[in-house]
């Protein structure tokens, strides 16, 4: 299957013509049309948050007054800032959605130095922002705060810490050093950004996909705004594919029925990313937090529990790291993972010995998982080799490789701006796609509100209120301990 320059092989997953003629019917059962056509034409997609899921419409070739307006303030402070040669250095202050996409992007397309150091921030641990500022000169630092709500906890008191540091180095005027990136441009004003530093998204935007907006700015103050039209054309294209192909031919329809079978029906409680690109070891997290908190739900729109296992755990390395790392666990471990195996065909180095071995590695590591080695083939191996009978059959139970473990391998013709654009529109649309079949909604996150709520009300308590009576009895006991220690 071919979808925007990508080419995806998914020939490793279980497939019939029963399977597939159940697949389509399925999605119409669950209105799939309907609900894509929700998706990219704004429509409420997000129902318990009552808005819509609109990220496509921020890449589209002919956006919105609104949105294409933006863009162009977006562009005309990058080429200020350029032609200035203004800020070595950006601090980039933001987490989850707000950080992961613009770490990705930069460590792509600026793995081998960019002329802006960029330092990223998302950790509220202090150690964090400390490291961010290290070394940096303050006169010529841009403090980019990145947040859709602008209230987050980790993202404003490190931007707190970021402006005290611009104040206390005798910066003239650090208001004018520092950026916000929001949907609430009202309260980064209350903050004291000035208005031709604020840059506003919409609050239509999720969160996780909050890298096709203007968080990108600092993806094009690093790595040029090139970078940002690209990605946004290759990721348009992958939605228009999205939006056409037939389904036995629709890359993220068919990439998202596999991946419902290995976890609904094969039962298979992971998902492993396999980048044969070093360039893109970021693009694990980034599709963690894309599949995790998208699809970490286990009721369905009518509130009731879905009834097979949903989204699995997402985990991953580049490889060939992941090979010594734990790639023994895939191959001969009890559970084993389907893994997405992606890997471009040319490199952009100059060294082609090392993206022969890059290749041949990744096809033999999926080879493996896919085909195995039976006890009659390692026996035969060892006899081969002249060990004695008896020992050869004994070492045969260690060496037998069980094969038929599921993967996708994804081939981009080289990383550029478009292909991984085009990549992260693929794994968006596979996840909406999941969500639609297994009925939940992949737009909100109330676990991690909840867990926010938590941490807010024990923060108030390290810091003198009373205690909640209702926590339980270890958590009692901590609070009371860490609160001691604060004083
Ligand atoms: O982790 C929850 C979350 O809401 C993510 O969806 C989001 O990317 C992140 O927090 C940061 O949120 P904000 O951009 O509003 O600071």
Redesign the pocket.
């Known amino acids: 299957m071919r979808a925007a320059d990508i080419d995806i092989d998914i020939s490793g997953q279980g497939s019939s013509p029963g399977l597939a003629a159940a697949s389509e019917a399925l999605l119409l059962a669950r209105d799939f049309p309907q609900m894509r056509e929700r998706l990219l034409t704004g429509g409420v997609a997000n129902v318990t948050e009552e808005r819509a899921a609109w990220h496509s419409a921020l890449r589209a070739p002919a956006p919105t007054e609104e949105i294409a307006a933006e863009r162009q303030r977006l562009n005309a402070f990058v080429r200020m800032a350029d032609s200035e040669r203004r800020w070595r250095n950006i601090v980039h202050i933001?987490?989850?959605?707000?950080?992961w996409g613009v770490r990705l992007a930069v460590s792509a397309f600026g793995y081998a130095g960019t002329w802006r150091q960029v330092h990223f921030v998302a950790n509220i641990d202090g150690h964090a922002i400390e490291g961010g500022l290290a070394g940096f000169d303050p006169h010529d630092t841009l403090i980019v705060l990145?947040?859709?709500?602008?209230?987050?906890a980790?993202?404003l008191q490190n931007g707190q810490r970021a402006i005290e540091w611009l104040q206390g180095s005798g910066v003239s005027d650090p208001y004018q050093q520092v950026v916000a990136i929001?949907a609430r441009p009202d309260v980064a004003r209350e903050w004291g950004v000035p208005d031709t530093h604020i840059f506003k998204f919409w609050d239509w935007v999720?969160?996780?996909f909050?890298l096709w907006s203007a968080v990108s700015l600092t993806t094009a103050l690093a790595v040029s705004a090139d970078v940002v039209a690209g990605m946004q054309a290759g990721a348009a294209a992958m939605d228009a594919h999205f939006a056409e192909a037939p389904f036995a031919e629709n890359a993220p329809v068919q990439m998202a029925l596999s991946g419902i079978v290995n976890r609904s029906v094969l039962d298979y409680g992971s998902l492993n990313i396999a980048p044969y690109d070093f360039r893109l070891a970021n693009l694990v997290p980034y599709i963690q937090?894309l599949e995790m908190?998208s699809l970490g739900k286990s009721v369905n729109l009518a509130g009731e529990p879905v009834g097979v296992p949903t989204g699995p755990a997402v985990w991953g390395m580049p490889g060939t790291d992941a090979q010594h790392t734990f790639f023994q666990w895939l191959h001969q471990g009890s559970d084993g993972a389907p893994v997405d195996f992606i890997v471009c065909q040319h490199a952009d180095h100059g060294w082609p010995e090392h993206h022969k071995s890059l290749l041949a590695n990744c096809l033999a590591q999926r080879e493996a998982l896919l085909t195995g080695k039976s006890f009659e083939e390692v026996l035969q191996d060892s006899l081969n080799e002249g060990v004695p009978e008896e020992r050869a059959r004994w070492l045969a139970h260690h060496k037998v490789h069980a094969g038929g473990r599921p993967s996708n391998l994804i081939v981009l013709p080289r990383l550029s701006p478009y292909t991984l654009g085009a990549l992260l529109a693929l794994y968006e649309h596979k996840v909406f796609v999941q969500a639609v079949i297994w009925g939940i909604n992949p737009f909100d996150?109330w676990g991690?509100?909840y867990g926010?709520m938590l941490a807010k009300g024990i923060a108030g308590e390290l810091s003198g209120k009373a205690a909640d009576p209702k926590h339980d009895a270890s958590t009692t006991h901590w609070v009371k301990r860490f609160k001691e220690s604060l004083r």
């Open positions: 933001g987490i989850g959605g707000s950080d990145a947040s859709k709500s602008f209230t987050t980790e993202t929001t999720g969160g996780r909050s937090q908190e996150q991690v509100e926010k």
